[in-house]
């Protein structure tokens, strides 16, 4: 059974940093990608960045515009990944999803096929 674990979400002010970790269980994702999305209330989920795992190291990352120059995904291994987000702003307050998949386009958004619960971003200003 896999299981994908998010952490690292809470509240912090405009401007401050959070850093969320995604641990994944049950297979080994060398070779896979592994990403971050979130939904904000209201709104469908959307893509924040992705990482590919080849030999060993982080072989690639993507991030959607909206995050570029403020966040960083770093695959730390075959199975975790973390995002680092800095310079939050309240419009980044969602709830944070990790996702994993084998057929993944680079900066793909679509077949992911394990996703976490999620962990909750507040940004308040």
């Known amino acids: 059974q896999v299981q994908l674990v998010e952490s690292g979400g809470g509240l912090v002010q405009a401007g401050g940093s959070l850093r969320l970790s995604c641990a994944a269980s049950g297979r080994s994702f060398s070779g896979a990608t592994m990403a971050w999305f979130r939904q904000a209330p209201g709104k469908e989920r959307e893509y924040v960045a992705d990482t590919r795992w080849k030999n060993g190291r982080t072989y690639a990352a993507y991030y959607a515009v909206s995050v570029q120059g403020r966040f960083t995904i770093v695959r730390a291994n075959a199975n975790t990944v973390t995002l680092q987000m800095n310079s939050l702003k309240p419009e980044d307050t969602a709830v944070y999803y990790c996702?994993?998949?084998?057929?993944?386009?680079?900066?793909?958004?679509?077949?992911?096929?394990?996703w976490g619960q999620g962990t909750q971003v507040a940004v308040s200003s």
């Open positions: 996702a994993a998949g084998v057929v993944v386009g680079p900066g793909g958004v679509d077949n992911y096929d394990y």
